[in-house]
């Protein structure tokens, strides 16, 4: 009886240094979602826009403004947003190992946007893997309206497996580069032919 009360001290002290240790190797997430929300602004704005993290807001330049969604554009709206959506990720991370578990679902990150803007979103989701130091194959689904995005998204080997819905149906995409207007033309030819698409 003593040595099964003495083992449930041990089982006890053990719990308890386990879990100080697992404190420990856990991150301070709110610090992790400022640091990464600050460099993907500064990776996209070049300190245009920073994050003033004791009031909890975005600057324009050196002053913070109450009215900061009448100064930004459509487009910077949706890239604040991707910023924002990337840096919560650390919210879900209890220890280390799980940032190698991490899997994105990005729905058309770039509605709104000029060209500069959809470049370094392409450039960030490529880069994800880096940020996070994840050391497998990253994995994601992106969804996308725009033909000529879904274009660069393969030219720059972002993706590797590409599929599109067509008639309540998905199909793969049969060839690497996509031409602009391609279901445009097709539908146009169904018409002429008088086919259904």
């Known amino acids: 009886i003593l040595k099964y009360i003495d083992l449930n001290k041990n089982i006890l002290t053990l719990k308890v240094k386990i879990k ?16 990464s ?13 920073t ?3 004791k009031n909890f807001s ?13 100064i930004l554009s459509d487009g910077e709206k949706s890239v604040v947003a991707f910023c924002y959506y990337l840096a919560l990720s650390h919210l879900i991370i209890d ?5 190698q578990k991490l899997f994105f679902i990005i729905d058309d990150p770039i509605s709104s946007m000029d060209y ?23 994995k994601y689904i992106i969804l996308t309206h725009n033909l000529n995005f879904m274009n660069m998204l393969i030219r ?26 391609e279901n445009h033309l097709n539908d146009i030819i169904y018409v002429f032919k008088n086919q259904n698409p």
Do not use: A, C, M
């Open 51 to 53: 994050f003033d993290e």
């Open 95 to 99: 220890n280390e190992k799980d940032y």
């Open 156 to 181: 720059n080997n972002v993706t590797k497996h590409n599929f599109y819905i067509k008639n309540g149906n998905i199909e793969q995409f049969k060839t690497n580069l996509l031409l602009p207007y």
């Open 58 to 70: 975005i600057k324009f330049g050196d002053s913070i403004s109450s009215n900061i969604s009448n």
């Open 116 to 138: 500069n803007y959809v470049y370094s979103i392409l450039q960030t989701i490529k880069n994800i893997k880096n940020h996070f130091h994840i050391s497998r194959e990253l």
């Open 37 to 49: 929300f600050k460099y993907f602004l500064n990776f996209f704005f070049y300190g245009k826009y």
């Open 20 to 35: 100080d240790l697992e404190s420990k190797n856990k991150k301070n997430n709110k610090e992790e979602v400022i640091s």
